[in-house]
């Protein structure tokens, strides 16, 4: 079993910047990739940002490209989104997730993909 803790949520003004953190525990993988989704209330959930472990590719939505970035810490087993410029519309609940293998990029934007889940930390853009 993988155990997965996001932390690092919170409430920041427009243009501001947070990181979040997702900490995987438990069972390892030879390969996986982490991904990043969020979900706004009254909306699905929708893929941020995710990282192949194989080749530490990194892949993002056409709407955070530019802003978020996505990154990997092994020595820690930690995975982190670094959200600049944020904006109103940002506002959701973010998600970490692992998804099993070397997966082809389509795969790791669908969260039907994804094996293991995290529970969610709160990121709200107000002024």
């Known amino acids: 079993q993988v155990h997965l803790a996001e932390s690092g949520g919170g409430l920041v003004q427009p243009g501001g910047s947070l990181r979040l953190s997702c900490a995987a525990s438990?069972?390892?993988?030879?390969?996986?990739?982490m991904g990043w989704f969020r979900q706004a209330p009254g909306k699905e959930r929708e893929f941020v940002a995710a990282?192949?472990?194989?080749?530490?590719?990194?892949f993002y939505a056409t709407f955070v490209k530019g802003r978020f970035t996505i990154s990997r810490d092994n020595t820690k087993n930690t995975q982190y989104l670094q959200m600049n410029s944020l904006k109103p519309e940002d506002t959701a609940l973010y998600y970490c997730?692992?998804?099993?293998?070397?997966?082809?990029?389509?795969?790791?934007?669908?969260?039907?993909?994804?094996?293991?889940w995290g529970q969610g930390t709160q990121v709200t853009v107000s002024s």
């Open positions: 438990g069972r390892t993988f030879s390969n996986y990739a």
């Open positions: 990282i192949r472990l194989s080749d530490r590719n990194t």
């Open positions: 997730a692992l998804l099993e293998g070397s997966p082809i990029a389509s795969s790791m934007r669908d969260d039907s993909r994804y094996d293991y």
